[in-house]
């Protein structure tokens, strides 16, 4: 059976990138993997086109796909559009909600190749391996009522931060069971002490630890796993927290790789469903340069090798991959350090590709 693919390039760098991901998507083809590739529109480039961050078109293929394999969106041409929900951003919140991909998963993996290019010390860094799991279709990124509007003679801005009991107990189950796969911890990262939402969150992640006894629960506030997560990453296995921190938490751990480019991630659903893409964003100072590192990218195609399509094997084959790559000292600017070579974007996904073919 050939599994459906649909592939989103989004704005900025990630046309790019996408296109480096598309060439190992296309090896996997050559290897007996049946996979039928489309594209689409969205953020700026179905504004641009249709009027929409998220065209009606790109909706259905979205939904008619085993797998969506993402860019990235947004940029300053459309930062200062007056419509909120015709902001590219819009158009990937739309995906992630109309697909119910609530899961989002953002591993944190330091290559030892890249222990120099970490802004950390190498033996803070070295060996790390962290899963963040970020609830991604709730929080206070959709809570309701939100807006701008007057009150009192003056402008104010609201959002909601709302979470249901349901809402944390299956991200949660999501977590525990990912950490009982791995090292068998997990912290679940909240603001208990301040906001009501997260005591609820500490209580359900509490009665769902009586289920999974094999698991070490322990809670940290988001302000102290901030500095923790700089200071002593390693004491992490598994962390699990709301959209907004997740977000904010899993920039900071992609330092610890060496490079926000590093950081690829799986957002799901509970049919397997799954929409792949970089953690970082369309990189607008650098697009169009062959300066973006494709590697987020390309492992994020491994990541739905994995979740998506059962190719387990096929996934650590693109993982060891960019492992040989960055062993033979090939870099992109973001990862380059004296003594290493620095190449371009497509250079980088062809030395991949190679590695990969080489690799069988
Ligand atoms: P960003 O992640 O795009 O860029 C932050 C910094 O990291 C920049 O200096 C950029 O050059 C660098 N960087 C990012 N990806 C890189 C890569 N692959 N290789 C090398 N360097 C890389 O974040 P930002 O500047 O805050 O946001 C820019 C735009 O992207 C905004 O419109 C934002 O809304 C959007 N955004 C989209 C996504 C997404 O599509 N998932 C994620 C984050 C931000
Ligand atoms: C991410 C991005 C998005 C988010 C934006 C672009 C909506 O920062 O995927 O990390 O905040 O989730
Ligand atoms: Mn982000």
Request: net charge negative.
């Amino acid at each position: 059976m050939s599994h459906r693919i649909l592939v989103l390039p989004g704005d900025g760098i990630g046309p790019e990138i996408t296109a480096e991901a598309v060439k190992i998507l296309n090896a996997c083809r050559e290897t007996g993997l049946e996979l039928s590739l489309e594209e689409g529109l969205v953020g700026g480039a179905g504004y641009d086109a249709h009027g929409e961050p998220l065209p009606a078109a790109t909706l259905d293929k979205a939904k008619a796909a085993d797998a969506i394999l993402l860019g990235a969106v947004g940029g300053p041409k459309w930062d200062k559009l007056e419509d909120i929900a015709k902001r590219p951003e819009r158009g990937l919140l739309g995906l992630r909600k109309n697909l119910n991909l609530f899961g989002n998963l953002r591993p944190a993996i330091l290559y030892p190749q890249l222990a120099e290019a970490s802004s950390l010390k190498p033996e803070v860094v070295s060996g790390l391996n962290i899963m963040i799991v970020r609830e991604l279709t709730g929080g206070i990124y959709f809570g309701q009522p939100r807006g701008i509007e007057q009150r009192d003679g003056q402008r104010v801005g609201f959002n909601t931060y709302v979470y249901s009991e349901a809402e944390i107990e299956r991200i949660g189950r999501v977590a525990f069971e990912m950490a009982q796969k791995r090292g068998g911890k997990l912290c679940s990262v909240d603001k208990a002490n301040v906001l009501e939402v997260t005591m609820l969150w500490r209580e359900v992640m509490e009665r769902l630890a009586d289920d999974y006894p094999d698991v070490e629960l322990s809670h940290m506030y988001v302000d102290n796993a901030a500095m923790q997560l700089v200071r002593a990453p390693k004491q992490f296995d598994v962390i699990v927290t709301g959209n907004m921190f997740g977000d904010i938490l899993s920039d900071a751990a992609a330092m610890l790789t060496g490079s926000i480019g590093m950081l690829p991630s799986a957002s799901l659903n509970e049919h397997g469903q799954g929409m792949y893409e970089p953690c970082h964003g369309s990189a607008p100072d650098i697009a169009g340069q062959g300066l973006a590192n494709p590697l987020a990218t390309i492992l994020s195609v491994a990541m739905m090798l994995r979740y998506s399509l059962n190719e387990g094997e096929l996934a650590a084959r693109i993982e060891r991959a960019v492992g040989s790559v960055l062993d033979d000292g090939l870099r992109t600017a973001d990862i380059a350090y004296p003594g290493t070579r620095q190449v371009s974007t497509a250079e980088m996904g062809d030395a991949v590709l190679a590695a990969f073919h080489t690799s069988a």
